[in-house]
T-cell receptor, first 113, second 117 residues
Framework: KQEVTQIPAALSVPEGENLVLNCSFTDSAIYNLQWFRQDPGKGLTSLLLIQSSQREQTSGRLNASLDKSSGRSTLYIAASQPGDSATYLCAVSKGGANSKLTFGKGITLSVRP | GAVVSQHPSWVICKSGTSVKIECRSLDFQATTMFWYRQFPKQSLMLMATSNEGSKATYEQGVEKDKFLINHASLTLSTLTVTSAHPEDSSFYIC?????????????FGAGSRLTVL
C-alpha cells in the first residue's frame, strides 16, 4: 500500500527566504507525482506535475524534483512571499486505469512579512 | 483551462437528513470523476471512483449505501450523504480527469464543507 509522508507538518519562514518542502513515498512504481496548493477551506490548485520519466519541473519561483528510485520529491520555493502561505500537498498516482491519487498530509507554510 | 465546479460550497444539515453534493465539469466531458474526503489537518482520502453510466467503485471502508454516487452524464457526478450524522462532517472534494487518454491530469473542484448538527 502506497504511503506518502510530508515532514514537517508546519513551517514558518521570514519573507524572502528560499525553502524546500519534502515528500517521500514508499512504492516507487508511480506514474506521476503532483504538488498541490490548498488555501484554508478551499479546494486544490495543481502547481506542478512530474511524470515518472522526468527529474524536475519548473514554474516561476517553483521547482519540483523527483527521485523515483529513492521515493523522494522536493518542492523548492524561491524568494518566498506572504502570499505563498498555504498548505502544500504532494500526491502520487499509479496512472492508467488506476488514476487515483495518494496524498500526503501536507505541509502548512507560513511566510512572515 | 479545465474547470470543475462543486455545489454547494458549504451546507449545514440536521442529523438524519440527506445531503446531495454536485460536481460538474464545465468545459469538458469527464467519464471518470473521483470523490475525496478531508478531515481537519488530515490528508485527502479517496472515497470512490465515479464512472459515467456505470456503478461507482468504492474504496475499502467506505459504505456505498451511505455515500450514494451517481454519474448520469458526462459532465455531472453527485454524491449523496444519506442519513447524515455529525461524524460525517467533513470537507468533500471532487476531481475529474482531463486531457488526453492516459495523460492522467486531474482538475479539482473547490470543495464542499458539510456540517451535520
Amino acid at each position: 500500500k502506497q504511503e506518502v509522508t510530508q515532514i514537517p507538518a508546519a513551517l514558518s519562514v521570514p519573507e524572502g527566504e528560499n525553502l524546500v518542502l519534502n515528500c517521500s513515498f514508499t512504492d516507487s512504481a508511480i506514474y506521476n507525482l503532483q504538488w498541490f496548493r490548498q488555501d484554508p477551506g478551499k479546494g486544490l490548485t495543481s502547481l506542478l506535475l512530474i511524470q515518472s520519466s522526468q527529474r524536475e519541473q519548473t514554474s516561476g519561483r517553483l521547482n519540483a524534483s523527483l527521485d523515483k528510485s529513492s521515493g523522494r520529491s522536493t518542492l523548492y520555493i524561491a524568494a518566498s512571499q506572504p502570499g505563498d502561505s498555504a498548505t502544500y500537498l504532494c500526491a502520487v498516482s499509479k496512472g492508467g486505469a488506476n488514476s487515483k491519487l495518494t496524498f500526503g498530509k501536507g505541509i502548512t507554510l507560513s511566510v512572515r512579512p | 483551462g479545465a474547470v470543475v465546479s462543486q455545489h454547494p460550497s458549504w451546507v449545514i444539515c440536521k442529523s438524519g437528513t440527506s445531503v446531495k453534493i454536485e460536481c460538474r465539469s464545465l468545459d469538458f466531458q469527464a467519464t471518470t470523476m473521483f470523490w475525496y474526503r478531508q478531515f481537519p489537518k488530515q490528508s485527502l482520502m479517496l472515497m470512490a471512483t465515479s464512472n459515467e453510466g456505470s456503478k461507482a467503485t468504492y474504496e475499502q471502508g467506505v459504505e456505498k449505501d451511505k455515500f450514494l454516487i451517481n454519474h448520469a452524464s458526462l459532465t455531472l457526478s453527485t454524491l449523496t450523504v444519506t442519513s447524515a450524522h455529525p461524524e460525517d462532517s467533513s470537507f468533500y472534494i471532487c476531481s475529474a480527469l482531463t486531457g488526453a487518454s492516459g495523460a492522467n491530469v486531474l482538475t479539482f473542484g473547490a470543495g464542499s464543507r458539510l456540517t451535520v448538527l
